[in-house]
């Protein structure tokens, strides 16, 4: 059998620069690792929760706390590393180099999984670090298309990571040595699709715009679409990407009445941001429902924003 290309090979034939370049490989070697624990689970007494809170008020489980511990490590101890922020962290930790990248991270999304055995991931968004002096929170605030990489490792049947360093999004897959091999070096969400992810538990609280969409959605073959539609939750942001990046589809978190002055339940920097541009390098359209969330100008470091993203014209009908 050849030998497949492994995520060093796939770099070097990437226009990236040095510091991006050493930052992935320290991102990607923390989720070998972060891939390790999870897969462990009660072997290490590693389920359930770790008694903590934290900065969005979710209850903490052991693995959340775990997850951020490797790839803060990791990170601090990668020369090309600024600083960091992370959902489980209050606020950033910076270094004092100047130059360099600046490194968001959720490092275990969709953790209420976990003790069910299902999908979960981590997202990581890369940006460049303040040049001439040490970096401060304010440089972390800066819109999507800032960004120099976006990545997520998804930890299901196969361990996966999803990266975007160019133009290029590329997925690897984690083999029995720990070396990630490139499985496919070109990853595009086709423009249609008659599939739909959003937690219908919610219907009663969204807004009538988004109700008339998957209204119409549900109304199937005899309603205004035309078409019949399937529906897919997998309670990991990371999972309901990776099936929309492998065949399309759309994904929505919107706004809903609950919490009225909040735009939505996901985060710009570390969850919304890297996904969208992930999905737009891969030719689909991320949104809040009237800009492009890689437009967002971010002006707090756990800000949340409301998300549709996937096939073209899908997003263009939901927002
Ligand atoms: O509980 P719900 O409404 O199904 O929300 C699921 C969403 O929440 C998240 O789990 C939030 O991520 P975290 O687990 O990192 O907080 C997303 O991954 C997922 O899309
Ligand atoms: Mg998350
Ligand atoms: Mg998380």
């Known amino acids: 059998m050849t030998q497949l290309p492994d995520l060093t090979a796939w770099l070097s034939s990437q226009t990236v620069d040095p510091a991006t370049r050493e930052a992935v490989l320290c991102v990607a070697a923390a989720c070998v690792e972060i891939g390790r624990v999870v897969a462990l689970g009660a072997i290490e007494d590693n389920l359930g929760v770790a008694g903590g809170i934290n900065v969005q008020q979710e209850e903490q489980k052991k693995l959340d706390v775990l997850s951020n511990d490797i790839l803060s490590e990791a990170l601090l101890a990668c020369p090309a590393v600024a600083g960091l922020a992370s959902e489980e962290l209050d606020t950033v930790q ?5 130059g360099g990248v600046l490194v968001t991270f959720d490092p275990l999304d969709g953790s209420s999984n976990l003790d069910i055995n299902a ?9 460049p670090a303040a040049e001439g002096r040490a970096s401060t929170e304010a440089d972390f605030l800066r819109p999507g298309r800032h960004q120099l990489a976006a990545a997520y490792a998804l930890y299901g049947p196969q361990t996966v990571l999803v990266l975007s360093v160019d133009r290029d999004v590329a997925s690897f897959t984690l083999d029995a040595d720990g070396h990630w091999r490139l499985t496919q ?20 609280h969204w807004a009538p715009a988004v109700r008339a969409y998957i209204d119409s959605c549900l109304a199937g073959r005899d309603g205004p679409r035309g078409k019949d539609f399937n529906m897919r939750w997998v309670a990991a942001m990371v999972g309901d990407v990776h099936r929309i990046l492998t065949r399309g589809g759309v994904f929505l978190y919107p ?20 996904m969208a541009l992930l999905i737009e390098r891969a030719g689909g359209l991320a949104t809040d429902g009237k800009q ?4 967002i100008v971010p002006t707090a470091l756990h800000q949340r924003v409301a998300i549709v993203l996937g096939s073209a014209e899908e997003v263009r009908l939901a927002g």
């Open 185 to 204: 070096d070109r990853m595009v969400v086709p423009e249609q699709t008659r599939e739909f992810a959003i937690n219908m538990s919610n219907q009663r």
């Open 255 to 274: 706004w809903d009445a609950r919490e009225p002055d909040r735009p939505g339940k996901l985060r710009l920097l570390y969850e919304g941001a890297p």
């Open 119 to 127: 999908p979960v991931g981590t997202i990581v968004s890369i940006l």
């Open 94 to 98: 910076v270094t004092d180099r100047t």
């Open 292 to 295: 492009p969330i890689l437009d």
